[in-house]
């Protein structure tokens, strides 16, 4: 009798956990689709409505910030970024099931093709929004600053230079007390776009000791890996006479570790949003028409200008997103990105804002869109 | 009459009852869960095994290199270089030294708790050995990270000083952290509970006639636990070092936060460097392009069979033992 039950209850609870994961598994797609009126307040034109957005997990938390400041100020609009990672946005936007991509590489060639003829003739652009720079911490103690050129860098973070009183390091900074000691040097273990922008650095101005392809993943021999920025930044806290890389942020909020200066060739430059600013201001567009696809100049040496740097772009149609996608809303959006208040914004989260000149032009850009 | 009655089955003594002939909704419905949930097992590990298989084929057909003997992993670049060889040996070089350390530690705290312990001592004991084993791995990631390794890294350094003409012990970059070592420790720690807890189950299963025949005969504890209940356990204690061996072979975040994931193959425990399966997965995946993902899980595949074979060769141990020993 009692079995019967248990069983009973036993069968009914399996049949509903049945059930309730056969629900589970229906997850809802397609894009929003209401939209409606418009109205300005200071700097956000609201249109009412939803999008779907995803892409880099970079600019996640700047577009993040904006999505709530824009949101606060428009209650009838909502904008979903998912932090799915660049190579997804950019598929996800091209299969037309976002309303545009956040990505850290301009799309290019045949992803162009594609986005292209999902923007229906379009055609799709890219739109620098949020700016990066890499800086290099180190924890030596008793030296506040400390001035490395790309070769020297380069050199530590291949292993060949060993010793923090190496010469190489002493003739940059006749200054310091620099310890003979052996350099611990921490990289990225996990793939990501930061180890590919600070290799791409490395490959562009030291050619000749750094020898590898650049790319996501670290392939220089010794030194060791840590997964993601937060545990490198950690680890060089941690390890006296330690070096490595990672966003500025990260190194801006340490308490123990420091950013060295880069010296390009005309002088040593601060890790600082601002003189990143500087070297990706002076970016050239490689892009046709709106599409602001940027070449950054690694071996910048004007003064001022901090050269490991980063962009992050919004992949959108310029002209030709369905209607249900919410071009109004996304165009809305993106005004406000470009908005002074809204790159004023990024220097406080650690990033760097786009600046003068190219600014200007990622304006007319979202204006041109449709 | 077995499909009405309101008595209690136990009370009667047909044999229709005992041998089970008796079919009651109940009974039928039981059955049928049962071996359900006996099929799933063989179902989901068949599934596994099949989407393995079929995810990871793409990406071994466009290796350009032996998937079983490169070391490098570029499974994104043109055109993709990838192989398991580092993977393998860092996966197996950690959770044999963490084995060597923690099976040892574990029979002993097994053996204290069921032979030597106070009644009430042993069952705390017990309990907070097998605490440890709800600790999340993350926790053992980051704890051996911050505040495990630096009491490991003096231990390195005396071990390179000191042991350093034994190969495996030298460290010529005089760097010591997030080495195999420091991953083989917090996996031993990790593993301590499955081997303890198990061998424990086994102990103190050996029958107490056993026991007391050889205490009575005048042996020592010693010379009782060896006499009496490592033949009768040791099925059981290697079954126990099997488990834990898996799962040391499969532990991701704590081995992925800890090693310095280095692609090459180096013997030497102290220096940073090392690589696993799990970690590699954990650490590539996010960014991994078509090629990439295929490859990680053509990794996997490798490690589902590895675990597969540890698995294997322990049922075997156990049976073949199993005559002599008089377990089960």
């Known amino acids: 009798m009692t079995r019967t039950r248990l069983a009973a209850i036993a069968a009914a609870t399996f049949a509903g956990a049945l059930l309730l994961s056969a629900c589970g598994g229906s997850g809802d797609s397609g894009s929003g689709s209401d939209s409606g009126g418009s109205n300005v307040v200071g700097d956000i034109t609201c249109v009412d409505g939803s ?23 428009c209650e009838g609009a909502t904008i979903d970024y998912q932090p799915v990672g660049s190579g997804a946005g950019v598929e996800q936007f091209i299969a037309a099931q976002t309303s545009f991509a956040g990505t850290d590489s301009a799309m290019k060639d045949e992803d162009l093709v594609a986005a292209n003829e999902r923007c229906g003739g379009g055609p799709a652009i890219n739109l620098p929004m949020v700016g990066g720079a890499i800086a290099v911490a180190y924890n030596v103690e008793g030296v506040d600053s400390l001035v ?78 840590s997964k993601g920025s937060d545990q490198v930044m950690a680890s060089v806290d941690s390890t006296p006479n330690s070096i490595g890389y990672v966003e500025l942020s990260y190194v801006l909020y340490s308490q123990v570790a420091k950013a060295a200066s880069i010296d390009n060739g005309g002088g040593p430059v601060e890790a600082t949003s601002e003189n990143a600013a500087n070297t990706i201001s002076g970016a050239e567009v490689v892009g046709e028409g709106n599409n602001l696809a940027l070449k950054i100049d690694y071996a910048v040496s004007t003064p001022g200008a901090y050269p490991i740097v980063l962009v992050t772009y919004e992949g959108v149609c310029q002209t030709g997103l369905a209607a249900d996608q919410n071009p109004a809303l996304v165009k809305a959006f993106l005004q406000y990105a470009a908005s002074d208040a809204a790159q004023g914004d990024l220097i406080e989260a650690g990033y760097v804002p786009i600046t003068g000149d190219l600014l200007t032009k990622v304006r007319a850009a979202v204006e041109a869109m449709s | 009459m077995a499909t009405t009655s309101h008595e209690p089955t136990t009370t009667r003594a047909d044999p229709e009852g005992i041998s089970g002939a008796a079919v009651r909704r109940g009974d039928r419905t039981f059955l049928g869960l049962s071996t359900g949930a006996g099929l799933l097992v063989l179902v989901v590990m068949a599934a596994i095994a099949v989407f393995l298989v079929w995810k990871a084929i793409p990406s071994i057909q466009a290796d350009s290199a032996n998937f079983f003997t490169e070391g490098q992993w570029l499974p994104d670049s043109d055109p993709p270089v990838f192989g398991i060889a580092v993977l393998l040996f860092g996966t197996l070089w950690t959770s044999i030294i963490a084995l060597v350390i923690a099976v040892p530690i574990g029979y002993g705290i097994a053996l204290f708790i069921a032979f030597y312990a106070q009644r009430r001592l042993a069952s705390t004991l017990a309990f907070i050995v097998d605490l440890l084993a709800a600790v999340p791995s993350i926790i053992f990631g980051l704890w051996g990270l911050y505040n495990f390794m630096p009491y490991v890294v003096p231990f390195s350094q005396w071990l390179s000083e000191y042991l350093g003409f034994i190969p495996i012990f030298a460290n010529s970059q005089e760097l010591w952290t997030k080495s195999i070592l420091m991953a083989g420790l917090v996996l031993a720690i990790m593993i301590l509970p499955t081997v303890s807890a198990i061998s424990r189950e086994v102990f103190v299963q050996v029958p107490r006639m056993h026991v007391e025949a050889a205490l009575a005969l005048g042996a020592t504890r010693w010379e009782m636990i060896r006499m009496a209940v490592f033949p009768f ?88 033992r199993k005559d002599f020993s008089g377990a089960n």
Do not use: C
């Open chain 1, 51 to 73: 999008i779907k957005a995803a892409g880099s997990s970079a600019q996640a938390n700047a577009i993040t910030q904006w999505i709530t400041d824009y949101q606060i100020t």
């Open chain 1, 148 to 225: 490395l050129n790309p070769d020297t860098l380069a050199g530590i973070f291949t292993s060949t230079i060993t010793k923090w009183n190496d010469p190489a390091i002493t003739a940059l900074n006749p200054d310091a007390t620099l310890p003979d000691a052996t350099i611990a040097q921490f990289h990225r273990s996990d793939s990501s776009g930061t180890t590919d922008n600070f290799t791409k650095y490395l490959a562009a101005t030291a050619p000749g000791v750094w020898t590898f392809e650049p790319g996501k993943d670290w392939v220089a021999p010794g030194g060791q890996g």
């Open chain 2, 233 to 320: 356990s040791r099925p059981g204690m290697i079954s126990a070092a099997m488990l834990g061996l898996g799962r040391a072979l499969g532990e991701t975040i704590a081995v992925a936060l800890i090693l310095s994931a280095a692609f090459e193959i180096n013997w030497a425990i102290t220096e940073p460097g090392g690589n696993s399966f799990a970690a590699n997965i954990a650490l590539k995946w996010g960014e991994a392009g078509e090629v990439g993902r295929s490859a990680l899980i053509a990794s996997g595949l490798v490690l589902f069979f590895i675990t597969l074979v540890v698995n294997m060769s322990a049922r075997w141990v156990i049976a073949r």
